[in-house]
């Protein structure tokens, strides 16, 4: 099955919002074995859009629209179909329920507008819309298959995953569903990690394992095809146990998880109290942690210690310990650890300080950070990084690495 | 004249990137008054290619290529205009020369793979790349204009602001510059920003002033369009100071400024220091300003006091003022930055409080926030926000609004 995706909207031809919803549905079409083909963009013009879908019907088995189901008279996706598939839209009663409880929910009035978003194409199959008004479609004509999608990727995401790809599995006669689950890696580069678990990278068909990298975790994504989501979760397992034995090391969460949301819910489970000072970081660990709700049973506080005379008058960092290992040491990561956690009576007290950039301090190359870990039972580790990054990133870096190594200590 | 972008790569047809080379490309024909009808994407595929383009030459005047000037037998858009051209590719000796200095430059070795970047169309114009090894080109053929970019955004963006562009101005058969001209915006919504200047917007021509959104800020961008730069410099500024008299209370930056960049500068040309004790945001706002160099003169540190009984034991806040008006309260704000000010010694001292969510919190509804500046002078001022996000946008904008009130105190 080849595909094609039409995204509809003059917004995207002036350069104002870019095409994220193409690189979501090719990423999930590529999962189910579907080829994309080719993207295409077209503003909000019945003749070009006409134009365009005639191309497609050429080139593609599938073709998928995001945007123009809204209620303005610039959305005209669905019109435009139905014109082109000489058929005709009808009232749909369980979408226009469903668009009359998303405004009672919202408690806002609806507009006559609105209704028009309750009309779908003609034996068309209603994709529901949990997250907005404006209903998927799904129908085949002459042997090809469309898919509507709305615009906003908050709606369109859902909607693909949970209506849109069992629609099309069901549709390419397979009785399958996809199960997919997400490893997620900290402290390993995406090429080190492929180069250890290559073997299993080689030998993937079902489940597939496919390694992804995003701004702040090395990512693999096992996924499975089978005919229950139980069989599916039996096929993983084996799998996921097998890149465990390999890397788990370097494994510290799945799916959903991100350092800090496993960070916060180890601390919760364990009941201890953390605080920090921070110093190249000056408080990005501490409100990465607080993004976390509920939280603050876990999290005291902390300080930010920016320069050298705020470490010893606002902790008491001792001046000798500064004078005879410098600012970017052990030795001052290891007290800037055990002086928070002493001052805020905290069980586990984390010390961040190094060269963020752009230039060398204190004799220390850009990039050289050491964090310390305080534990409730006295122990103290520190660890060294040599990151490479600009300012910014080498301390989001930083704050990132601290996060790690606390939920290392914690498990 | 017609426009066309066909990106090439089949990493945007996998989902693995994103076609944010259009959305640039976009944007910037629009400033120069070309119109975009549509965007394609297609694969490393000559087949598809070939046709792809074949569709674009018959509904488009400028077609506009990204990706596929590598180095690798995957690349392969110069082969295949070549083809549909039926001109041929030759050896460009100054792009030759320009990528050995590059290898010279990065101290790495050149391959032969290599010598392919310099090869390029025929009678083409060379786009120079000043950030990567591959020349763009620029032709003309049948009446038809052809740019070819390489894919690498940090490559593609400044070749085609700096050689696109005025290549594409001459063969309008413009004799023009293109100035542009950032205003940045914040404490007012886009929609709020577009009604007070609405008369402006409206007979806007040249320069045209075109309203943005982006996370951190509204903004307003000014295009002039000259025979020179101090031409087109002078047709923006009647324009700028005309929006100055109208919104100036809300314009805190210009071009590349962000909120903690303003801060910043602000911050050391006064040569006064800081200091912040910081509740709902947790770091966050001493975070944001630790972003940029050189700030160590100014920013002292601070507090993270997350919960009721630290914001006592670590600032001294007395728990009666917390009794009486509550955590979050004009009258805790203040207390928060008078406190941390006197504590770290600095000339300015910040106080964040707040409900960030998801829940309500001593009382207040999610999203009320109260920000307290405490100035060298001794005055305090507070600022209540309440805020319609989730919590960490609740979180983000608090520490930006922050920001934005130490910009108009410090001004």
């Not at 702040?216 to 979760?233: C, F, G, H, P, Y």
Request: aromatic share 6%; glycine share 8%; proline share 4%.
């Amino acid at each position: 099955m080849r595909a094609e995706i039409i995204a509809v909207g003059s917004e995207l031809l002036l350069g104002q919002i870019t095409n994220t919803n193409a690189t979501f549905i090719s990423a999930r079409l590529a999962e189910i074995g579907i080829d994309v083909y080719y993207h295409t963009v077209v503003g909000d013009n019945p003749d070009r859009l006409k134009k365009a879908i005639g191309i497609a019907q050429k080139r593609a088995d599938l073709i998928v629209f995001s945007g123009g189901l809204g209620p303005t008279k610039d959305d005209l996706t669905k019109e435009t179909i139905a014109v082109i598939l000489e058929t005709y839209l009808e009232n749909n009663v369980d979408a226009l329920n469903s668009i009359e409880d998303y405004f009672l929910r919202a408690n806002r009035i609806m507009t006559e507008n609105n209704k028009k978003q309750a009309l779908i194409l003609a034996d068309s199959f209603v994709l529901k819309n949990h997250h907005g008004m404006a209903p998927g479609m799904a129908l085949e004509k002459n042997g090809l298959q469309y898919i509507l999608l709305p615009g906003p990727p908050h709606e369109l995401e859902p909607m693909f995953e949970k209506e849109a790809i069992p629609y099309l599995l069901g549709a390419l006669g397979k009785q399958e569903v996809i199960v997919s689950r997400v490893l997620k890696f900290y402290g390993v580069g995406e090429a080190e990690l492929e180069d250890r678990v290559q073997g299993i990278l080689l030998r993937q068909s079902n489940p597939t394992v496919a390694p992804l990298s995003s701004q702040d975790a090395v990512i693999l994504r096992l996924t499975a095809k089978a005919n229950s989501t139980d069989e599916a979760v039996k096929m993983i397992a084996p799998v996921e146990k097998e890149i465990r034995n390999l890397v788990d090391e370097f494994i510290f969460g799945t799916d959903d998880d991100t350092l800090s949301s496993k960070a916060a819910e180890l601390l919760k489970k364990s009941q201890l109290t953390i605080a920090a000072a921070e110093s190249l970081t000056a408080g990005l660990f501490l409100s990465e942690l607080a993004s976390e709700p509920g939280i603050s049973s876990s999290l005291k506080g902390g300080v930010v210690v920016y320069n050298e005379e705020v470490k010893v008058e606002q902790l008491g960092i001792p001046q000798s310990l500064l004078d005879e290992y410098g600012v970017i040491s052990s030795e001052c990561a290891e007290a800037l650890a055990v002086k928070v956690k002493q001052k805020f009576g905290s069980d586990i007290g984390i010390g961040l300080t190094g060269a963020a950039g752009p230039s060398p301090h204190d004799g220390k190359p850009v990039g050289t950070v050491w964090i310390g870990i305080a534990l409730q039972n006295g122990e103290v580790s520190t660890f060294k990084l040599d990151l490479s990054g600009n300012r910014n990133t080498n301390r989001r870096r930083a704050s990132q690495y601290a996060l790690y190594y606390l939920i290392k200590e914690l498990k």
